[in-house]
């Protein structure tokens, strides 16, 4: 295997994003970064307001963390479906409340605000190559 095997990406993928699966609810995920560039694009704008703050390492973590949780609802999830009738729907899993809410930026934003482990598990899987790799994408769907 060569080092163009092992570190070449799907590019489509990065952009569009490639469905995780998590049972009961998948996510599609963009990469964050990469090919990408409303990633950088969306990070860039968001964070602009603290720049001062970066540049000086004295941002507070709970604002970094919501300027990700913000860029990835805005630029990385691509798509979010919840399982109904054993078939995917698009839709954001609601506490309480069995019917799912519509896939949007506000929606997506309080899920990553309330459940910081499965963000946590998203920006791990969207901030590497694995996901996006041209050779395992084309072994999986048999070519």
């Not at 489509?12 to 090919?35: H, N």
């Not at 691509?78 to 506490?95: A, L």
């Not at 309330?114 to 994408?137: E, K, M, P, T, V």
Request: aromatic share 10%.
């Amino acid at each position: 295997m060569s080092m163009y095997d092992t570190f070449s990406t799907d590019k489509q993928s990065e952009t569009e994003g490639v469905w995780v699966d998590y049972g009961q609810f998948r996510v599609r995920l963009a990469r964050a970064g990469g090919a990408n560039k409303n990633y950088q694009k969306q990070l860039e704008r968001i964070s602009r307001p603290y720049r001062r703050a970066i540049a000086t390492d004295s941002l507070d973590p709970q604002v970094a963390s919501g300027i990700l949780k913000k860029t990835y609802a805005k630029a990385v999830i691509t798509g979010w479906e919840v399982m109904r009738d054993d078939e995917f729907v698009s839709g954001i899993d609601q506490p309480d409340i069995d019917e799912p809410a519509p896939f949007n930026e506000e929606n997506v934003l309080k899920a990553l605000t309330d459940l910081d482990d499965l963000f946590l598990d998203l920006q791990s899987q969207a901030s590497g190559i694995a996901l996006y790799r041209a050779g395992l994408r084309e072994d999986a769907a048999g070519n």
